[in-house]
Structure formats: structure tokens, C-alpha cells
């Protein structure tokens, strides 16, 4: 399923995960299994090595998680 650009997947524990890579940095959200929180993790696209990561409340609304990791996917590629 693809999601303003994210591409989401679900894995063998059944918890979705969204990926998105904009020019350098890689993103990659766990979602909590009833998704009321998304964890995403911030990486170099070439080695993996980590940037950053964060979480914030999304409480099901994708609108509200594209919004949230969007911004700061854009704010890792810019301070790249």
C-alpha cells in the first residue's frame, strides 16, 4: 500500500512499518500494533548508519503521521 509517498508493509507480527527515502536519509516507522504511536528512525541511505529517531501520538490518522514524518524526513535531508 502506498501512503503520500510512503510504501507500508506488514511484517510477520502483523505491526505495519512505512518507508520513505528522499534524496540522502531513509525513514522507517514502526507503528504500535492498534497504531496510536509511530516510532520513526532516520538513516543515512547509503551506509544505514543512524541519524535520528522519533515518535510522536498519531492515534490511527495517517493524515497526522505523513505530516509528522514527512517533516522531519525534510529537515534530516536539509541538515545533510
Do not use: C, K
Not at 497526522?64 to 545533510?80: I, P
Amino acid at each position: 500500500m502506498t501512503l503520500n509517498g510512503w510504501t507500508v508493509y506488514t511484517i510477520v507480527d502483523r505491526r505495519d512499518i512505512a518507508v520513505r527515502t528522499l534524496n540522502t536519509v531513509a525513514a522507517v516507522a514502526r507503528f504500535s500494533p492498534s497504531r496510536i504511536t509511530a516510532e520513526l528512525d532516520l538513516l543515512d541511505a547509503a551506509t544505514g548508519a543512524p541519524i535520528a529517531t522519533v515518535s510522536n501520538v498519531i492515534r490511527r490518522d495517517m493524515t497526522t503521521f505523513t505530516l509528522f514524518a514527512d517533516q522531519h524526513l525534510e529537515l534530516a535531508t536539509e541538515s545533510r
